[in-house]
């Protein structure tokens, strides 16, 4: 059983930066796409980006793209997300999950494996 656990999260002034980092523990995340999601309060759960088993390919919801960087060291069972020009529309819990199957495009939560507790990111204007 792989449990995933984020950190990283905190409270940023607009067009700071965070790097949350998706640590997993009880297995090995190399066989598995890793992705992140957010969720702000009132709001659906999104997509952020997406990661695939070697690193390379990527995926970048519209709304980060440019700002937002995801990356992954499987000898550390490590997936970062590096997050600059923070906007207060950035503000949710951030989570990490790890599913086996799919390409790097956003999968149904139903193809989740795992997935993390979450860590919250605050903006301030």
């Known amino acids: 059983q792989v449990q995933l656990v984020e950190s990283g999260g905190g409270l940023v002034q607009a067009g700071g930066s965070l790097r949350l980092s998706c640590v997993a523990s009880?297995?090995?995340?190399?066989?598995?796409?890793m992705d992140w999601f957010r969720q702000a309060p009132g709001k659906e759960r999104e997509s952020v980006a997406a990661?695939?088993?070697?690193?390379?390919?990527?995926f970048y919801a519209d709304s980060v793209k440019g700002r937002f960087t995801i990356s992954r060291d499987n000898a550390k069972n490590t997936v970062s997300l590096q997050m600059n020009s923070l906007k207060p529309e950035d503000t949710a819990i951030y989570s990490c999950?790890?599913?086996?199957?799919?390409?790097?495009?956003?999968?149904?939560?139903?193809?989740?494996?795992?997935w993390g507790q979450g860590t919250q990111v605050t903006v301030s204007s």
């Open positions: 009880g297995g090995t995340i190399t066989s598995y796409i």
């Open positions: 990661i695939t088993w070697g690193g390379g390919a990527t």
């Open positions: 999950a790890a599913r086996r199957e799919g390409w790097v495009v956003p999968a149904p939560d139903t193809r989740y494996d795992y």
